[in-house]
Nanobody
């Protein structure tokens, strides 16, 4: 069992930066890939980034590549999402998830509650 709690969301102007954190609990946290997804009002849940549990491999959505960086600290049971050069279209609820190394949200077993990110123009 893995419990996930996100933090770090907020309101930021376009071009600004935010760093999201996702703190996990449970002995198997370090054995799961971690991912960030986001969902804007009226839109489907969208893959943002994922990081493997062992070798640190990462994968990003094209829309965030070069602007966002996912990382993890297994000693702290925490995964991060550094978001730079934010755009209004990045506005969404960001949710972290634990599961296999995949961009398919249907495959993820554990989910946090989400944190709101709002980017003003």
């Amino acid at each position: 069992q893995v419990q996930l709690v996100e933090s770090g969301g907020g309101l930021v102007q376009a071009g600004g930066s935010l760093r999201l954190s996702c703190a996990g609990s449970g002995r198997t946290f370090s054995r799961h890939a971690m991912a960030w997804f986001r969902q804007a009002p009226g839109k489907e849940r969208e893959f943002v980034a994922t990081i493997s549990w062992n070798d640190g491999s990462t994968r990003y959505a094209d829309s965030v590549k070069g602007r966002f960086t996912i990382s993890r600290d297994n000693a702290k049971n925490t995964v991060y999402l550094q978001m730079n050069s934010l755009k209004p279209e990045d506005t969404a609820v960001y949710v972290c998830a634990a599961g296999p190394y995949s961009s398919n949200y249907l495959l993820y077993e554990y989910w946090g509650q989400g944190t709101q990110v709002t980017v003003s123009s």
